[in-house]
Antibody
Framework: QVQLAQSGAEVKKPGASVKVSCKVYGYTLTELTMHWVRQAPGKGLEWMGGFDPEDDETMYAQKFQGRVTMTEDTSTATAYMELSSLRSEDTAVYYC???????????WGQGTMVTVSS | QSALTQPASVSGSPGQSITISCTGTNNDVGSYNLVSWYQQHPGKAPKLMTYEGNKRPSGVSNRFSGSTSGNTASLTISGLQAEDEADYYCCSYAGRGVVFGGGTKLTVL
């Protein structure tokens, strides 16, 4: 049974960067396709990006191009999402989620609240 | 990619059936039978309910069913129960990445 455990809440100032981690239990990271989704307070889900196994590369939503970097450390079974040049609109819960073969997000982390405030 | 269109809210009484629509375009819902639906209770992570048409993960009640016709996908919940009250989101493959719907709040009266 795959479980995803995310890092704790963060408070950042505008212009700073944040790096959220997502540790995998019960499976090897290389067998999973990890993606990231965020949700601003009171708002809907927003896809940020993730690994594309067909192209063997990470793809990012156009909105976040140039500001987001998603990486993986297979030695610790941990995926990371780093978002830079933070602004207040980036205040949200950030989720890691595994993508299944039918493009479904089947397993989700518990979420990490990132607050951007001066 | 523009968000898929869902009604902001729907409601129903216990035991009734409701359907939530999700309208996309020829670039997403209309081109791929790869729509998934998620249930989210307040303060919780989303939970996968249906995917690729009408497939359900193990453990999800068969009261939940998905379907697609043209550019519109639908989630039907039959035999409404109090615990079904939640937000529901659709999601479609869009050729390069995915796009979510804006979400629908289901109220069980």
């Amino acid at each position: 049974q795959v479980q995803l455990a995310q890092s704790g809440a963060e408070v950042k100032k505008p212009g700073a960067s944040v790096k959220v981690s997502c540790k995998v239990y019960g499976y090897t990271l290389t067998e999973l396709t990890m993606h990231w989704v965020r949700q601003a307070p009171g708002k809907g889900l927003e896809w940020m990006g993730g690994f594309d196994p067909e192209d063997d590369e990470t793809m990012y939503a156009q909105k976040f191009q140039g500001r987001v970097t998603m990486t993986e450390d297979t030695s610790t079974a941990t995926a990371y999402m780093e978002l830079s040049s933070l602004r207040s609109e980036d205040t949200a819960v950030y989720y890691c989620a595994t993508l299944g073969d039918s493009v479904e997000f089947d397993i989700w982390g518990q979420g990490t609240m990132v607050t951007v405030s001066s | 990619q523009s968000a898929l269109t869902q009604p902001a809210s729907v409601s129903g009484s216990p035991g009734q059936s409701i359907t939530i629509s999700c309208t996309g375009t020829n670039n997403d819902v209309g081109s791929y039978n790869l729509v998934s639906w998620y249930q989210q209770h307040p303060g919780k992570a989303p939970k996968l309910m249906t995917y690729e048409g009408n497939k359900r993960p193990s453990g999800v009640s068969n009261r939940f069913s998905g379907s697609t016709s043209g550019n519109t996908a639908s989630l039907t919940i039959s035999g409404l129960q109090a615990e079904d009250e939640a937000d529901y989101y659709c999601c479609s493959y869009a050729g390069r990445g995915v796009v979510f719907g804006g979400g629908t709040k289901l109220t069980v009266l």
